[in-house]
């Protein structure tokens, strides 16, 4: 029941931006937290970003803070995530990620799919 599909990855150039949409759907998604995670070629599993339930809290990886941006539309159901700045060093496959909860933690009950994102001049 439970769907997460991202979207809006490609290609980017070095100092361009993306932004990723995360379609959700199967439950409630105003009452849980969310996150955005990544997995680079042969790199293991890092987090990115989250954000609360309502949207008044978020969270940012080093590697991303300052010219990354979550944000959430709870009447659309859609997760975000906004990349300025890209670096080679950002090529991953994205992931949207549900918290059990509307505050995020280590537990992750849902996983998308993956959106894939490459930087490359």
């Known amino acids: 029941q439970v769907q997460l599909v991202e979207s809006g990855g490609g290609l980017a150039q070095p100092g361009g931006s993306l932004r990723l949409s995360c379609a959700a759907s199967?439950?409630?998604?105003?009452?849980?937290?969310m996150s955005w995670a990544r997995q680079a070629p042969g790199k293991g599993l890092a987090g990115v970003s989250s954000?609360?339930?309502?949207?008044?809290?978020?969270d940012y990886a080093d590697s991303g803070k300052g010219r990354f941006t979550i944000s959430r539309d709870n009447a659309k159901n859609t997760l975000y995530l906004q990349m300025n700045s890209l670096q080679p060093e950002d090529t991953a496959l994205y992931y949207c990620?549900?918290?059990?909860?509307?505050?995020?933690?280590?537990?992750?009950?849902?996983w998308g799919h993956g959106t894939q994102v490459t930087v490359s001049s």
């Open positions: 990620t549900k918290h059990a909860i509307e505050y995020w933690c280590t537990f992750v009950d849902y």
């Open positions: 954000i609360y339930s309502d949207g008044t809290d978020t």
């Open positions: 199967g439950f409630t998604f105003s009452s849980y937290a």
